[in-house]
């Protein structure tokens, strides 16, 4: 699928506000991908996919996990760890998209995982800085995203695991083990 026809197929799934996001995702996405030598298509692709399952109701995303091979604990924890996932299958099911590499980037780009690809973090890391963004210690990642991927993955894994512990908030395993595998990777 082309840029310009993802872009018509997804903007009808989300909000006005989460359009602009995704679309400064994919901005953002490109730069990154651009700079560390990865396809500008897949990110910008991955990017404009990545949000594509928000919206749906909680019991069509349920029904997906219990239906297909995604691991059953994601119901053990908050929905919003749902939609990339989901989104992961949805975007097979209805548009014959099948690169694993681009799925992968999409299902875990919210919590990471544990060994991500230089396109997992592409994503992953330009959900948290797009321009419209703003979280406490984000200059700092924008600033490491410049020179060190693996680094700026890691500010941003770090950054969210703070955030969830300072509100008390359940953390999903593949969570801590993006933080523990790119320490790992950096060391
Ligand atoms: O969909 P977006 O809003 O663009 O961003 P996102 O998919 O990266 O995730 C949104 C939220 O998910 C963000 O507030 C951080 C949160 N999150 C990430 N990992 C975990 C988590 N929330 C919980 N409860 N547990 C996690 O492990
Ligand atoms: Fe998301
Ligand atoms: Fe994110
Ligand atoms: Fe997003």
């Not at 053990?76 to 992968?104: C, F, K, N």
Request: aromatic residues 10%; charged residues 25%.
């Amino acid at each position: 699928m082309n840029l310009v026809d993802a872009i018509n197929v997804v903007k009808p799934h989300l909000t006005k506000e989460r359009f602009e996001h995704t679309l400064r995702v994919a901005e953002t996405a490109r730069d990154l991908a651009n700079r560390f030598h990865e396809s500008e298509d897949k990110a910008q692709i991955s990017a404009i996919f990545h949000d594509y399952a928000k919206y749906r109701s909680l019991d069509e995303m349920k029904r997906i996990i219990k239906e297909t091979y995604l691991p059953k604990d994601l119901l053990y924890y908050h929905h919003e760890l749902w939609h990339g996932p989901v989104a992961s299958i949805l975007i097979e099911r209805e548009y014959g998209i099948t690169d694993m590499a681009i799925q992968q980037a999409i299902y875990c780009h919210t919590t990471g995982k544990a060994h991500m690809s230089n396109l997992d973090m592409i994503l992953f890391t330009a959900d948290y800085i797009e321009p419209g963004r703003s979280f406490p210690g984000l200059d700092e990642v924008r600033d490491m995203a410049n020179r060190d991927l693996l680094k700026a993955t890691w500010l941003v894994s770090r950054n969210t695991i703070n955030y969830l512990i300072m509100k008390n908030q359940r953390i999903y395993p593949d969570t801590f083990h993006a933080y523990n595998d790119i320490l790992k990777r950096i060391n």
